[in-house]
């Protein structure tokens, strides 16, 4: 039986409590992405979650990314909730089960996919909390295994030109220090 993984819900959990307490007048402020708000931020998450529906659903994707702004709408975190509801709905056993095809030529099963994308939701969980003015500390147990899945995909991702430099750290940087830096952020301690 296959079930949706605990670290995958548990990043979702913590990407959504920095997006709920995202002030209202901080939602046009820079994020560390280049030439993104933090509604862009939102936005983006919140798509990524709309193809992990798709992905479950057996739906093709799009052909180009949506608007992240038109993503997160008026009301980014109602927009998230209402998107990640629909989402968990479509992630049964069989869905869960299914291969997908992921960019770089990768192809897994939807649950081993789920599995690494934590990642995706912690360094945007920290985005999302630099631009509005919070801060954020993952769990251990989440972001060991999302630095893991970080340092096994980023040469690739550097070389396909999806990533940027990497951020220098220093010798006694923690976890997600070391995670953030991956993607070419200096957060405090690096």
Same mark, same amino acid.
């Given at each position: 039986?296959?079930?949706?993984?605990?670290?995958?819900?548990?990043?979702?959990?913590?990407?959504?409590?920095? =997006? !709920?307490?995202? $002030?209202?007048?901080?939602?046009?402020?820079?994020?560390? &992405?280049?030439?993104? /708000?933090?509604?862009?931020? !939102?936005?983006?998450?919140?798509?990524? *979650?709309?193809?992990?529906? %798709?992905?479950?659903?057996?739906?093709? *994707? $799009? #052909?180009?990314?949506?608007?992240?702004? #038109?993503?997160?709408?008026?009301?980014?975190?109602?927009?998230?909730?209402?998107?990640?509801?629909? %989402?968990? !709905?479509?992630?049964?056993?069989?869905? =869960?089960?299914?291969?997908?095809? *992921?960019?770089?030529?990768?192809?897994?099963?939807? &649950?081993?996919?789920?599995?690494?994308?934590? =990642? #995706? *939701?912690?360094?945007? !969980?920290?985005?999302?909390?630099?631009?509005?003015? +919070?801060?954020?500390?993952?769990?251990?147990?989440?972001?060991?295994?999302?630095?893991?899945?970080?340092? +096994? %995909?980023?040469?690739?991702?550097?070389?396909?030109? %999806?990533?940027?430099? #990497?951020?220098?750290?220093?010798?006694? /940087?923690?976890? +997600?220090?070391?995670?953030?830096?991956?993607?070419?952020?200096? $957060?405090?301690?690096?």
């Amino acid at each position: 039986m296959w079930l949706v993984p605990e670290g995958f819900v548990r990043a979702l959990d913590v990407f959504e409590a920095v =997006l !709920a307490a995202a $002030p209202a007048d901080r939602w046009l402020s820079p994020s560390p &992405c280049e030439g993104w /708000a933090a509604v862009d931020v !939102a936005g983006h998450v919140t798509a990524g *979650l709309l193809v992990v529906e %798709m992905r479950a659903a057996g739906r093709p *994707l $799009p #052909e180009d990314d949506p608007d992240w702004r #038109e993503v997160a709408g008026a009301d980014p975190l109602g927009s998230w909730r209402q998107v990640r509801a629909r %989402m968990m !709905a479509e992630l049964t056993p069989e869905a =869960l089960a299914r291969p997908v095809r *992921l960019a770089l030529g990768l192809e897994m099963t939807l &649950c081993e996919w789920l599995e690494g994308y934590p =990642l #995706e *939701l912690l360094v945007h !969980a920290w985005d999302l909390a630099e631009a509005t003015g +919070q801060s954020v500390a993952f769990d251990a147990d989440l972001v060991g295994p999302a630095l893991a899945t970080a340092r +096994q %995909m980023a040469p690739a991702g550097r070389e396909a030109g %999806m990533l940027g430099p #990497e951020a220098s750290v220093s010798e006694d /940087a923690d976890d +997600q220090v070391r995670l953030l830096a991956l993607f070419g952020r200096s $957060p405090a301690g690096a």
